[in-house]
């Protein structure tokens, strides 16, 4: 099975500056990778999927980067609405699996 | 836009069953995978398993001998069954449309999600 480790656990920066969430994978994956947005009590939201492709309705600010096994969300002006929980997600298309990081939690510094 | 309702049994007491039913509206019912995923309290997202129009399923090999994954396409729904429920299997059980565009998959809707508990 492959495994996905997100870092940091936590990150704490502060509004109108950059983020970076970084997502390993324990092999490689080719693009074959998600990015969602969980806020409490809301079901997660596709923000990123083919490792780079802005899924619809996305701000520019949000942007996905990495091929293989390291990957890079990155929010380029943070917004109020922003702070959330982050997950990254792969998948494998046979046999099909679809397996998630433990998540980043951002959070106003 | 395509929506997913959820609806199912929250309590449960440990050796018994659970039953969720997903019913999706506003899109096409057909094509692509409808998946079931779960969250336990304060931790991340486990993926279940899921099922096509066809009603070909693909499972967690973690849960594939306690799962089951059924299809109504009359009336648009799908549901999911995990017997033998353990304290481990409580959480936010959430019911998810795979989206399949340019070459790449993803879950692009999803379901309210359900707080399942159990606890004798």
């Known amino acids: 099975e492959i495994v996905m480790t997100q870092s940091p656990a936590t990150l704490s920066v502060s509004p109108g500056e950059r983020a970076t969430l970084s997502c390993r994978a324990s092999q490689s994956i080719s693009s074959n990778l998600v990015w969602y947005q969980q806020k409490p009590g809301q079901a997660p939201r596709v923000l990123i999927y083919?490792?780079?492709t802005r899924a619809t309705g996305i701000p520019a600010r949000f942007s996905g980067s990495g091929s293989g096994t390291e990957f890079t969300l990155t929010i380029s002006s943070l917004q109020p609405e922003d702070f959330a929980v982050y997950y990254c997600?792969?998948?494998?298309?046979?046999?099909?699996?679809?397996?998630f990081g433990q998540g980043t939690k951002l959070e106003i510094k | 836009q395509v929506q997913l309702q959820q609806w199912g049994s929250g309590l449960l007491k440990p050796s018994e069953n659970l039953s969720l039913t997903c019913a999706v509206s506003g899109g096409s019912f057909s094509g692509s995978y409808r998946s079931w995923l779960r969250q336990p309290p304060g931790k991340g997202l486990e993926w279940i398993g899921e099922i096509n129009q066809s009603g070909s399923t693909n499972f967690n090999p973690s849960l594939k001998s306690r799962v089951a994954i059924s299809l109504d396409t009359s009336s648009a729904q799908f549901s999911l069954r995990l017997s033998s429920v353990t304290a481990a299997d409580t959480a936010v059980y959430y019911c998810?449309?795979?989206?399949?565009?340019?070459?790449?998959?993803?879950?692009?809707?999803w379901g309210q999600g359900t707080l399942v508990t159990v606890s004798s």
């Open positions: 083919g490792a780079s």
């Open positions: 998810a449309r795979l989206e399949f565009k340019s070459g790449w998959y993803f879950f692009d809707s």
């Open positions: 997600q792969q998948y494998t298309t046979w046999p099909p699996m679809y397996t």
